[in-house]
């Protein structure tokens, strides 16, 4: 007998991209005040439902965003922070960039979903630059998010192509924020992370002890 909340879907996974995103908008709160950052976290408005009554933000000035716009949607003057066409929702609004970046410092965020090149397991962030001479820095307005969301969420696949591990115990590379992140979502497990350190909700395709081979890390069972 167990008292572990751990499931682990050893025949299910590694999780496409699109199933991970659906994973991420099935754990948005209702009400939710959320921003979607650059790259596959936008991918979280295509699976979020009105009944949800999430509400997007997005920082080039837009509260409303809806899903991404196909075929006659498409506006080219209505776009998110990563110039992809979006469609509105009912009451959407605008307003200018200074505002926009004022709603993210002042917390009025509940959610945001970052990518990232590293996160520790106490929650540390590395999403903007990974410190090698030839790679172009795009921090965007993440350092905002990090520090001024109530929950950061982050997506990305757990191990890099050589086989690393992108969950580490500490970040080699330039921090974009300091025990910000509460919650990381890969294609091979679902792992909260912070103070308490690296507690595993669920795995893909992958046992807890083969997660913790992998990674190097002390992983424990939620």
């Known amino acids: 007998m167990t008292d572990s909340l751990l499931v682990e879907h050893t025949d299910r996974g590694p999780l496409s991209k699109d199933e991970l995103a659906a994973l991420v908008a099935a754990d948005i709160p ?6 979607l950052g650059i790259g ?10 009105p009944a949800q009554g999430v509400v997007l933000h997005t920082e080039n000035g ?3 965003m809806g899903r991404a716009a196909v075929g ?34 002042g917390g009025h965020l509940d959610v945001c979903v970052l990518g990232a090149f590293q996160v520790s397991t106490g929650g540390d962030l590395a999403n903007w630059h990974t410190g090698e001479p030839e790679a172009i820095p795009a921090v965007g307005g993440a350092m905002d998010l990090a520090i001024g969301a109530k929950d950061v969420f982050v997506m990305m696949s757990l191990f890099t192509r050589d086989g690393s591990s992108k969950l580490v115990e500490a970040c080699t590379y ?37 997660l913790r081979r992998r990674t190097g890390l002390d992983l424990r069972s939620a």
């Open 30 to 35: 209702h009400g939710a005040f959320v921003n």
């Open 62 to 64: 837009m509260l409303g």
């Open 72 to 105: 006659d949607e498409v506006d080219p003057d209505l776009v998110n922070a990563g110039k992809i066409p979006v469609i509105e929702t009912p009451g959407a609004s605008y307003f200018h960039h200074a505002d926009s970046f004022a709603m993210m410092r």
């Open 40 to 49: 596959q976290p936008t991918t979280v408005a295509d699976h979020l439902t």
């Open 174 to 210: 330039p921090l974009t924020g300091v025990a910000c992140v509460s919650r990381v979502y890969t294609d091979h497990a679902i792992v909260d992370v912070g103070p308490d350190g690296p507690s595993v909700q669920a795995t893909y395709g992958i046992t807890l002890q083969e």
